[in-house]
């Protein structure tokens, strides 16, 4: 028996010691990477410690009544009714050794289950240990705020945790009874046909009825603490006429709880004293005395009355707790910091008032996310392994004029390699990273209707102002494969005419592989044996992996909730992401708790406690606390001193492309659409409830999206980029008012809310889009467009506020619809072999290329007071609307092919170089980079001919 053990014993140090090499060790390394090893060991040891600390206080319970079990039992002897039968074979199969190894089984299975799922709570004592106050106390019980989100959720995990304890442990001793014999089945489990199975009879001896009536005295113990919490979580109660607790709740069951708590604890003395003096009749009295308490005092009296004191006069019992609930909501949204302007809506915009806002005029925009991502993948791909996952707005200083640009990554996504190119040395070692991006400004269009793009092709030509000189994409938002790096292959960093320039990578990113232990980890790591048995790998070899932007940010603090939408941004000649990073919780005590956007669900707090910065070429993550008021951010700042840094260390140029979050945005205006209504009978009636406006995009209503826009406010002197969204009346469509959120330092994350006259009619955006389908010449035109072979797509519609009035914009798309056999040729990738052989390995991926269309602006429709036009141009519909010339201001540089004062002969130069590409592309069959090389002669022959006309 002790060979068995110790043979166990060293079979599962051995297990352990390859699970810590396996699994730890190589996230161990890709932490140390970073500079976050002391996070890592943190979350480890926490983790680990909380499953210990749970094991271990099971295997001490359960380990005390075994004991108990095994003492009891030997008073009952060998002889007798409670000796185990030879019948138990006979009726389950069950001999007492595969009984005996069962019952271990069970609850060695039932303890490292329990345990496991208890270190995946690890945060929960971390967060209690180390708690920030809030400074501000809830209504009802005069707690601090932070017991509520700190304290609060850790003692609830302890009393279920010992509950499942307890009545694990209970079924553990029960199994070890009735392998005893001291508890017996008994009954004919033989099946005969037609005949009526008999119920089993259960038979307990005395000391292990006293035994079982024990452990059930803890068991209630427990319960009674389960009422005591759940008094303080009658703040989170939805049974009023708003969120939080009520009338009821505070009144009745309160004092329901509190009796409900002493007749617990009552019975609970009577079972411990049955366990020495058993009497059965008096447990039986006191059980009843119990369950009726709970019944009567925790349903029944409360709900009787709720429904006959309550609801006849719910205004005038509920007015103080509605009022708790708006009060705490605004709060827990920093709603309360909502600066309320009037704003007088004026129908007159004079010559002076557009002077004032030339660069609000000068940037509004006119191209949609949607058709302009579109776009850049037909026109900016290059090549069909590269994609754009999305187009980010922000804004930069081009030319010393403040622009607000639209830019998007281009990343290199190997999955869509030809076929015959998609080898494990391409996916993992050649094919390592994507190359530049495309950016336009959001108000500029070309003469065929697509984006002047100020940033575009490979290498990447720029503006001056927006230079980039590391292009290079190895972490972004479609890189989810591993790459090896610094190796005997040949990194492909962009193609170049019918060839393709190859490098190698020069940044500190990724993990040194320079050992066979180490690739021998990475190979378990990814279930990939190539790891170990390639031969290109040497000793300067890196491998990079979690190189999405959610993902590894998650991996470094998952204790975080992280916005939707890294963004991209070109700062000192590099590229960066930028992610909002919140603390969340939905245990803010009466405030109302909001459709959940999180992987931790409906959530009643959150702040934008922090801004991640990552480095697109090396990985490297920085943690900025912009928020270090917030008493969730600063408990995790002291459980991880190591991980985040005071916003003011942020590089300037970064701190310049910060902008407010729309997930955050998006809640906060939802939320302020029912908590803008601060008086409490006006509240209750929701008499003034608003909404998000809907809008026309493509054919289809949907809801408003809120949207990135420089303005000057009414009462600033010069114009910032703010995040906004308008509002309406419930159920009408007329704007009542909008919300803006400071995206520029130093007034960053300041909201206002403009309220417009209600006895004034404001134009809101389904009224504008009716008045389109209103306007019979721009009906007309638009029906005529959308026949066959043809789509209009009407953008998003646009209310710019320009000194106290608006201005609504919105651009129309027309998208060729074409035919499968009417489709031109596309794009065929060179990957390293015949040119000829990767077009047809390509064909599935050029049929799908294929199917896409290109997206053109053709008009614009703007609409101001009662006017509405559509024009060409957006120069044109506000020149026309406003009845003054408008032109839109263009940078000193064109940026055709990266050129700035350059004489004619310089231009014919140019001209002829994108010509012999043509020629180039033509002899192997790449009609989409012949295509392209037209276009751009086509442009250079352009500026020519104006150049002659000057």
Known sequence: MNKKLIIIGIGIVGVLLLWIGFSIYPNWLWFENLGFSPVFWTMLLSKFGFGLMAWLLLALIIGINIYAANRLTSRIGTGGNFKIADDYVSQFGLSPAMLKTLVTAFILYLTFFIASKSSTQWDLLLRYLYQQPFGSTDPVFNRDIGFYLFSLPFYTFIQNGLL??????????????????????????????????????????????????????????????????????????????????????????????????????????????????????????????????????GTGFPGLVQKFIVKPNELAKESPYIAYNIDYTRKAYNLNKITEVNFEVSDQLSAQDLKQHDVTIQNIRIWDERPLLQTYRQIQAIRLYYDFNNVDVDRYLVNNQYRQIMLAARELVVDKLPPQANTWVNRHLTYTHGYG?????????????????????????????????????????????????????????????????????????????????????????????????????????????????????????????????????????????????????????????SHGIFKKGRLNYIRNSVKVTIDAY?????????????????????????????????????????????????????????????DVQVFYNQEDLWQIPDEIYGEHRQEMEPYYIIIKLPEDQKEEFFLMTPFTPSRKDNMIGWLAARCDLPN?????????????????????????????????????????????????????????????????????????????????????????????????????????????????????????????????????????????????????????????????????????????????????????????MEKILKEISEMKKE
């Open 164 to 297: 499942i304890l307890f009545v694990v442990a209970a079924l553990a001793t029960m199994g070890w009874y009735l392998k005893k014999g001291a508890l017996k089945i008994e009954g004919d489990f033989s099946q005969v046909q037609g005949a009526q199975p008999a119920l089993p009879k259960i038979t307990l001896a005395e000391n292990v009825k006293k035994h079982l009536v024990f452990l059930g005295g803890i068991v209630v113990l427990l319960l009674a603490w389960a009422y005591r919490l759940k008094m303080f979580e009658l703040l989170y109660s939805n049974q009023g006429p708003a969120f939080g607790a009520n009338y009821t709740d505070v009144n009745i069951k309160v004092l329901a709880y509190k009796v409900i708590i002493l007749v617990s604890i009552g019975f609970a003395v009577v079972l411990f004293i049955n366990a020495f003096k058993f009497r059965i009749k008096f447990i039986w009295i006191s059980a009843v005395i119990w369950i009726g308490a709970l019944l009567v005092l």
């Open 437 to 593: 991006l495309a950016a336009s400004p959001v108000n500029e269009v070309t003469s065929e209707g697509l984006p002047r793009l100020f940033i575009k092709d490979l290498p990447p030509s720029f503006e001056p102002d927006l230079k980039v000189v590391r292009p290079e994409i190895y972490y972004g938002e479609k890189t989810d494969a591993y790459v090896l790096v610094k190796t005997k292959a040949r990194e492909f960093d962009y193609p170049k005419g019918d060839k393709n320039v190859y490098t190698t990578y020069q940044g500190n990113g990724g993990i040194h592989i320079n050992s066979f232990f180490r690739r021998l980890l990475f190979a378990i790591e990814f279930l990939d044996p190539q790891i170990l048995f390639t031969t290109y790998l040497n000793p300067e070899s890196r491998i990079m992996f979690n190189r999405r932007i959610n993902q590894r940010t998650n991996a470094i603090a998952p204790f975080l909730d992280y916005d939707g939408d890294p963004y991209l941004v070109v700062s000192g000649g590099k590229l960066y992401w930028i992610q909002d990073a919140y603390t969340t919780s939905a245990m803010y005590p009466y405030s109302h708790r």
């Open 618 to 678: 090396n990985g490297d993550v920085v943690f900025y606390m912009i928020d270090e008021k917030d008493p969730i951010v600063k408990t995790y700042a002291r459980i991880f001193p190591d991980l985040f840094k005071p916003f003011k260390e942020m590089p300037a140029h970064l701190k310049e492309h910060i902008r407010y979050p729309k997930d955050l945005f998006k809640i906060q205006m939802e939320t302020y659409t029912k908590y803008h209504m601060e």
């Open 748 to 936: 960053y994350g300041n909201l206002l809310v403009y309220k417009l006259p209600k006895e004034k009619l404001v134009y809101g955006p389904m009224q504008i889009e009716a008045r389109v389908d209103q306007q019979t010449e721009i009906s007309r035109e638009l029906s005529l467009w959308g026949q066959k072979g043809s789509r209009v797509i009407r953008g998003n519609l646009l209310a710019i506020p320009v000194s106290d009035t608006f201005i609504y914009v919105e651009p129309v798309y027309l998208e060729a619809i074409q035919e499968e056999n009417q489709m031109p040729p596309t794009d065929s990738s060179q990957s390293g072999g015949g040119a000829k052989t990767q077009r047809q390995g390509a064909r599935p991926q050029l049929e799908e290329a294929r199917a896409a269309s290109l997206p053109e602006l053709k008009r614009v429709i703007v609409a101001f007071g009662n006017r509405l036009v559509m024009e060409k141009n957006l120069d044109k519909a506000l020149s026309s609307i406003l009845g003054v010339e408008i032109t839109q201001k263009q940078p000193a540089s064109l940026l055709l092919p990266q050129i700035k004062g350059e004489g004619l002969s310089t231009l014919g130069a140019t001209a002829l170089d994108h010509y012999n590409k043509a020629k180039a592309y033509l002899r192997h069959d790449d009609w989409t980079g012949y295509g392209r090389e037209l276009q751009n």
